[in-house]
């Protein structure tokens, strides 16, 4: 008989990964449009819980009205004899494995970030309360940790009682990251790696490590090491360091070894402080993305919750796309807002000296990491909103960055061909000059094109062209740099 036969919908490791778009939601929980939302895990005494009680703190699913958006917040406790608090950060990171186990219901991010949505399908087959969600997870947790005497689970969704637990998620969190905030990488043996996001990106690998948490922010280095002990079969393992091959870039033989084995030969180098060369793999799971702005040579940081567009003139989501699924894509990183407090943060590329850019409720939560000379130095959304601006207020602030701009240079290519003399039909020819700043030339294997958001300069003017004629520039096939330029002649009053 299965665990599971008393749930309306199927359970599986088949529905992991699973996306509802909205169009096909009942409603959501958390996400972007709800403020205070939590998931967290708490270890208790054998006394203080009820095994398998679920209890529902406000409206269930099936008082909640089709299409919106609402609070929620996610209570497990756990007891048991060899139950201990170094357990809670690694139980609370499962809540995501295992409700995506549930057809019809996808669960996104971690902490104080969740996005959960139930499907009408699933809905109209009858998933229509939390208890059957509470029963899924308590199975489940037993099933896997064995060591869990008892369980609890708790949904809120009553607004006043969210807003109370989740002032103490936060305090939890960030009492757990404080924790790991005096070790060093060069302090320990092992790091540890998860592959639980494999299941949206699959060549991803997280590698964990005292100066680098998780890129969800939700494990550090005692959380992994507590998860691998406790379930060696799970997605949390130990890498072993090996030799240091980079000291400034973070390149290590052991972590090049994992990486290449556990993303089936699609990653073979890591470097763990840069977003330059090899970079660490993004999942879709990162609560930050620092992306590289090369009209100033610098680094601006957005996180998952910032509404509208970034400094480069696109949104978090437009940059997800191009960061996550577990590639390497040079000068787009997914990293943790407590990495921004290590040590090693993009120590290859300058660290807080190149960063130049962040939303402001960003700033005000990493300030004190911040060096306090740099502090008024690095812009927000409510200081510039383009790249111009940006640019006058790094020189108006004397931002170290301004010191590391050169005299632009002009990166020689092939001449146009002669023939090349733009008629009617769109024409293709190599690009004559480009101009960029000498520090854009030093990035490893170049520049890649997605960086290119500003406008191309071109000295003199596009050869052929008649004073004031314009000209749209479309790249075509292009995936890391620009193979071709495609200019087509624009007509005064067309387009």
């Known amino acids: 008989m299965s665990m599971f036969d008393d749930i309306p919908v199927d359970v599986g490791v088949v529905y992991e990964g699973e996306r509802i778009r909205g169009k096909d939601m009942q409603f959501e929980f ?5 403020e205070q939302k939590f998931e967290l895990v708490q270890a208790r005494d054998m006394k203080e819980i009820e095994d398998g009680k679920i209890i529902i703190q406000g409206p269930d699913l099936k008082d909640l ?37 549930v057809e019809g ?3 996104l991010n971690q ?17 229509n309360s939390f208890q059957f969600l509470g029963k899924v997870l308590t199975r489940l947790f037993k099933s896997e940790f064995p060591i869990i005497e008892k369980i609890q689970v708790t949904f809120i969704t009553d607004p006043k009682k969210i807003s109370e637990w989740y002032k103490k998620a936060l305090q939890i969190y960030e009492a757990r990251d404080a924790r790991a905030r005096g070790m060093k990488d060069e302090d320990v043996t092992e790091f540890y790696g998860c592959v639980l996001c494999q299941s949206f990106a699959p060549s991803h690998v997280c590698i964990i490590s005292p100066n680098r948490i998780s890129l969800c922010g939700a494990i550090n280095w005692f959380d992994a090491r507590a998860a691998a002990r ?19 870039h973070g390149e290590y033989s052991g972590v090049n070894e994992v990486a290449k084995q556990k993303s089936l030969g699609e990653v073979e180098r890591v470097w763990m402080y840069s977003m330059f060369g090899y970079p660490h793999t993004s999942c879709g799971c990162f609560e930050a993305i620092a992306f590289y702005i090369p009209e100033v040579d610098g680094i601006g940081i957005v996180d998952r919750g910032y509404e509208g567009t970034a400094v480069n003139g696109l949104a978090f989501s437009t940059m997800a796309n191009q960061t996550g699924g577990g590639k390497q894509v040079e000068g787009f990183n997914g990293i943790a807002i407590e990495y921004m407090r290590s040590p090693r943060f993009l120590q290859a590329d300058g660290g807080w000296n190149r960063v130049v850019w962040l939303p402001s409720n960003v700033k005000e939560r990493v300030l004190d990491a911040i060096p306090e000379g740099l502090r008024d130095k690095i812009a927000t ?14 020189k108006d602030k004397g931002h170290p960055i301004v010191k590391q701009w050169k005299e632009e240079v002009v990166a020689e290519v092939t001449e146009a061909p002669a023939e090349a003399v733009y008629p009617t039909a769109p024409t293709e020819y190599t690009l004559p000059q480009v101009t960029m700043p000498a520090t854009m030339a030093a990035v490893p294997g170049g520049v890649p094109v997605a960086l290119l958001q500003g406008v191309l300069q071109l000295p003199g003017g596009i050869p ?6 314009g000209f749209q520039l479309i790249f075509k096939n292009v995936k890391i740099k620009v193979d071709k330029l495609i200019i087509k002649r624009e007509e005064k009053g067309k387009k």
């Open 65 to 101: 009205e089709e299409g919106k958006s609402y609070p929620l917040g996610i209570l497990v406790e756990v007891a048991g004899k060899e139950i201990e608090k170094d357990l809670e950060a690694v139980l609370e990171r499962r809540i995501h494995e295992f409700i995506n186990f």
């Open 230 to 248: 406790v379930d060696p079969k799970g997605p949390n393992f130990m890498v072993p360091k090996g030799e240091l091959l980079d000291e400034i």
């Open 381 to 394: 959304e409510k200081d510039v909103t383009n790249t111009t601006e940006l640019r006058q207020w790094l």
């Open 30 to 34: 958390g996400g972007p449009n709800v």
């Open 111 to 127: 902490r104080y970030d969740i996005w959960l949505r139930l499907s009408k399908a699933s809905y109209k087959k009858g998933f």
């Open 464 to 469: 052929g062209a008649a004073p004031g004629e």
């Open 105 to 107: 219901f996808m669960h």
